[in-house]
């Protein structure tokens, strides 16, 4: 059955980010039993507006100057939604805000949570959108308020409701549990093992009974992540046999994803978990070496590669196997040698001329020079790039509640180490490491450098929590 006792919640705020916008109302209808209750309150954010949210939602600046701050309201959010279960449509924002707003106090918020957009994709997997305007279009639910914070709550609620009136009860029922994952504790771990596991990003470890780990994750919320393992119908054959063995759960926090990623990546490499056979064959990374001139490319380990300079690099692939399957598709692709690539061994005519999928430079009826000058071209698309950057840069994450920041310092694609205070920071910059190449560690960078703030030095160094 529905979870009971459950809140239905919505927030309406300033902007989309949970560290600098902020709450400007709150909606909850609780639901015990049959009872329904309905609380709403307009919140001052201490700060403006944006014309566009004003126009929105229809609070504005003027609404919200007499409100309640978030401080006076605290204690009334908090017992409204005690108990429950915290349910809204994508409630990784909601959630987060509020979070945050209770952060700001130095006061902790936990609940377990459940977000409509998860229920409406798993229940109507045909449908094609899933925002709340559609659902209340498909479900013919009432929308009186819309965009504002009580209203949006009523329409989950009715939502819900809808649910149980179109489908079986079971198979709402199941959709639920699955979002929900309640986990089973393995039996050699306490009780309250999850207790002390916050909700924040960082990486966890599984002990059994020897000191190495038997697998290290990371995760943006790792108590959820954890109690994903041990969920009753254990995702994979790894959480299975895991449940069996693990005894003991340690955790480090960090402040975002980023420090998360490496530092899962530096454990993975350095302690060779039993479990994370996939994750250690990042370790195995390689890059494709092509030289100037005609020849079949290397294949390069990190250990290898000069980080200041790249060119003529192609990667990374997860192996050497993947490096080949690489070079036989673009092989297809622009009709390349497969004996000028290094793909096979042979005399005269490769396989791929016989069956005339080769332009033919292996009998003559090309240069190599032309050949290999193609063969650069179709690998391009896979040339590892240049350190974008004169020297070093920072890369600083501040945890939702604001409670924690970390700085990464980068230099040529190499992590140099991350600091958590001042007195680390300044240490870290006075003792310059020459750290090691790592194409995971350029892999994580390469697809997050455009969205992260990057700061070049010299700069002013930042105030840390």
């Given at each position: 059955m529905f979870p009971n006792p459950v809140a239905f919640v919505d927030l309406e705020t300033t902007g989309m980010t949970a560290t600098g916008d902020r709450v400007t109302e709150v909606g909850i209808v609780r639901v015990d039993g049959d009872r329904a209750t309905e609380w709403s309150s307009l919140v001052n954010p201490e700060c403006s507006i944006p014309p566009a949210i004003q126009a929105l939602t229809g609070i504005t600046n003027a609404m919200v100057a007499n409100a309640p701050r978030f401080a006076d309201i605290a204690s009334e959010v908090a017992t409204r939604i005690a108990g429950c279960v915290f349910v809204a449509h994508n409630a990784r924002f909601d959630y987060a805000f509020l979070k945050r707003e209770f952060g700001r106090l130095g006061q902790a918020f936990t609940a377990k949570v459940l977000c409509t957009v998860k229920l409406s994709r798993r229940l109507f997997a045909d449908g094609a959108r899933h925002n709340l305007d559609s659902l209340i279009e498909r479900h013919r639910l009432p929308s009186h308020d819309r965009h504002r914070a009580l209203g949006d709550a009523r329409i989950l609620w009715a939502f819900v409701q809808a649910l149980y009136r179109d489908r079986p009860a079971d198979e709402v029922d199941a959709a639920v549990a699955r979002i929900l994952r309640t986990p089973s504790l393995p039996p050699h771990l306490p009780a309250g093992a999850l207790d002390a596991i916050p909700e924040s990003p960082g990486i966890y470890r599984f002990y059994g009974l020897n000191p190495m780990p038997l697998y290290v994750g990371k995760s943006?919320?790792?108590?959820?992540?954890?109690?994903?393992?041990?969920?009753?119908?254990?995702?994979?054959?790894?959480?299975?046999?895991?449940?069996?063995?693990?005894?003991?759960?340690?955790?480090?926090?960090?402040?975002?994803?980023?420090?998360?990623?490496?530092?899962?990546?530096?454990?993975?490499?350095?302690?060779?978990?039993?479990?994370?056979?996939?994750?250690?064959?990042?370790?195995?990374?390689?890059?494709?070496?092509?030289?100037?001139?005609?020849?079949?490319?290397?294949?390069l380990h990190a250990d290898v590669i000069e980080p200041r300079e790249l060119h003529g690099l192609y990667g990374p692939f997860g192996s050497r196997r993947a490096a080949r399957e690489t070079l036989r598709n673009i092989a297809a692709e622009a009709a390349l040698c497969w004996r000028l690539l290094g793909l096979e061994r042979r005399a005269g005519p490769c396989f791929a001329r016989q069956i005339k999928k080769c332009a033919g430079a292996c009998v003559g009826a090309e240069t190599l020079e032309a050949h290999h000058e193609r063969f650069r071209q179709a690998l391009a698309p896979y040339a590892l790039r240049q350190w974008p950057y004169d020297g070093m840069i920072s890369i600083q994450e501040t945890s939702l509640t604001g409670e924690r920041t970390d700085v990464h310092l980068f230099r040529d694609w190499c992590w140099l180490g991350?600091?958590?205070?001042?007195?680390?920071?300044?240490?870290?910059?006075?003792?310059?490491?020459?750290?090691?190449?790592?194409?995971?560690?350029?892999?994580?960078?390469?697809?997050?450098?455009?969205?992260?703030?990057?700061?070049?030095?010299?700069?002013?160094?930042?105030?840390?929590?």
């Open positions: 943006i919320n790792l108590r959820e992540r954890v109690a994903s393992h041990f969920s009753s119908d254990y995702r994979s054959a790894n959480d299975l046999r895991l449940s069996t063995e693990v005894v003991r759960i340690e955790f480090e926090e960090t402040a975002g994803e980023l420090g998360a990623l490496l530092r899962e990546s530096q454990l993975i490499k350095s302690l060779f978990p039993v479990y994370n056979q996939r994750l250690r064959r990042r370790a195995d990374l390689i890059a494709l070496g092509v030289t100037a001139e005609p020849s079949p490319p290397d294949y991350t600091a958590g205070d001042e007195g680390s920071l300044h240490e870290l910059l006075e003792t310059p490491t020459r750290a090691a190449f790592d194409l995971d560690i350029y892999r994580i960078l390469c697809k997050r450098l455009p969205r992260l703030r990057v700061h070049a030095f010299p700069y002013e160094l930042p105030a840390m929590h």
